[in-house]
């Protein structure tokens, strides 16, 4: 089992950042691929960005280029999510998922263990 734990969301306006932290506890940490999905209200849970165990490969759903960036920590069993140029279209819930592929999978299926999720507000 792998325990992730969220933290860093709030309320931030149109054009700020902020970091997204995700610490886990379980099983082996660096073993994980680890991704961000968000979701915001009556919409579908979707894929933002994900990074490989090693923290080589990443990938990045177009909405987020250039403006969102993930790196992990593997000593301190941590993963963060740096979020910059924020819009108010970025406003969701956003969960930390550990997945135990070694590619950078996007479809949330492919991720067996999901934290509680922390809301991300951005005013216009």
């Known amino acids: 089992q792998v325990q992730l734990v969220e933290s860093g969301g709030g309320l931030v306006q149109a054009g700020g950042s902020l970091r997204l932290s995700c610490a886990a506890s379980?099983?082996?940490?660096?073993?994980?691929?680890m991704g961000w999905f968000r979701q915001a209200p009556g919409k579908e849970r979707e894929f933002v960005i994900a990074i490989s165990w090693s923290g080589v490969s990443t990938d990045y759903a177009d909405s987020v280029k250039g403006r969102f960036t993930i790196s992990r920590d593997n000593a301190k069993n941590t993963v963060y999510l740096q979020m910059n140029s924020l819009k108010p279209e970025d406003t969701a819930v956003y969960y930390c998922?550990?997945?135990?592929?070694?590619?950078?999978?996007?479809?949330?299926?492919?991720?067996?263990?999901w934290g509680q999720g922390t809301q991300v507000t951005v005013s216009s």
């Open positions: 998922a550990a997945s135990g592929f070694l590619s950078v999978p996007r479809r949330p299926e492919l991720y067996e263990y």
């Open positions: 379980g099983r082996t940490f660096s073993r994980y691929t």
